[in-house]
């Protein structure tokens, strides 16, 4: 497959290449849905790179960069029926769809930073739009061109930002899957989330798992039933170090006695050789004193010291 990877202008539009592992995990979870060779839509297309091992019937593709269209074109033998708009997503309008869209758009990109166009497109189908980053809008926009699900590969923060409530509100029971994927690109260590989105429907449970590409496995996997935490991140569970607090104690026990001895020792050594002028026999008392205030503590409830 001919690829289209210019890094510098990638960070331009705050895009990442997609690696073989996330590219063959995509292509699983499409045919766990929509089967095999379905046709597909993806409003950031770049070269295809995402749809490599999907191996669409037809391939429906909008990108932003003139190089990567034209790469897209040379990738005739992998994607025969194909079609590509060289165009902003934001402003496209054509009236096609798809069994599902799979995408991988741009992280995070401010509606301040857009064009007029952009922005007044925008806004005529999403009018609560007015500010903050886009990553919603690629997402609800996408659900206009598939007849079955979208699956999104995305920035973190689309589960919990303010600024991507509206498209959870909007999205509503038609929530999937929630994944995180661990290294998921070379170009940066974060990891990012993959949603699998109903076009129609409701779906009471959400399934959620943890997969990491570099061992090509599921690491972790749960099903959540609770519409208050559908969105929110998997997590590994951190075994809780169970503390034996009898053997804690005793070893603690230990410690003070033979502290206790060592002093004994070494204070009976100072007064034998160096006839040190230390109380060794007031010492002893107090130590015993101290011990029978606590046994009567212990035996009778006696509370001369103390709280306790």
């Not at 998997?234 to 502290?259: A, G, M, V």
Request: proline share 4%; with cysteine.
């Amino acid at each position: 497959m001919i690829e289209h990877n210019n890094r510098d202008i990638a960070k331009k539009h705050a895009e990442y290449i997609t690696g073989k592992e996330l590219r063959q995990y995509v292509a699983e979870k499409v045919k766990k849905y929509v089967g095999e060779n379905p046709t597909v839509f993806d409003g950031a297309i770049g070269s295809g790179q995402l749809e490599q091992f999907i191996k669409p019937k037809h391939l429906i593709g909008v990108e932003i960069q003139t190089a990567s269209c034209d790469t897209f074109e040379k990738n005739s033998e992998l994607f025969p029926n194909r079609d590509i708009f060289n165009m902003s997503f934001f402003n496209f309008n054509e009236s096609v769809t798809a069994d599902c869209v799979v995408m991988n758009p741009p992280f995070s990109m401010k509606f301040k930073d857009l064009s007029e166009e952009e922005q007044t497109n925008i806004q005529n189908e999403f009018p609560w739009k007015k500010s903050g980053v886009v990553d919603d809008i690629f997402i609800l926009k996408s659900l206009n061109y598939t007849e079955q699900f979208a699956f999104h590969i995305c920035f973190p923060g689309v589960a919990y930002r303010k600024t991507e409530q509206k498209m959870r509100d909007l999205i509503g029971d038609r929530l999937v899957e929630l994944n995180l994927i661990e290294g998921a690109f070379e170009d940066t260590p974060i990891p990012v989330l993959f949603l699998v989105i109903a076009k129609s429907g409701e779906y009471k449970e959400v399934h959620k798992e943890v997969y990491n590409c570099n061992k090509q496995e599921v690491i972790y996997a749960e099903v959540c039933t609770n519409k208050e935490d559908k969105w929110s991140t998997p997590t590994i569970p951190q075994e809780k170090e169970i503390i034996d607090i009898d053997t804690i104690n005793s070893s603690l026990d230990e410690s003070i006695i033979k502290n206790l001895e060592n002093h004994l020792k070494i204070t009976l050594g100072l007064i034998r050789e160096f006839e040190a002028d230390i109380d060794y026999l007031a010492f002893i008392d107090r130590v015993e004193s101290l011990c029978q205030e606590y046994r009567l503590a212990y035996n009778f409830g006696v509370n001369s010291f103390g709280d306790y």
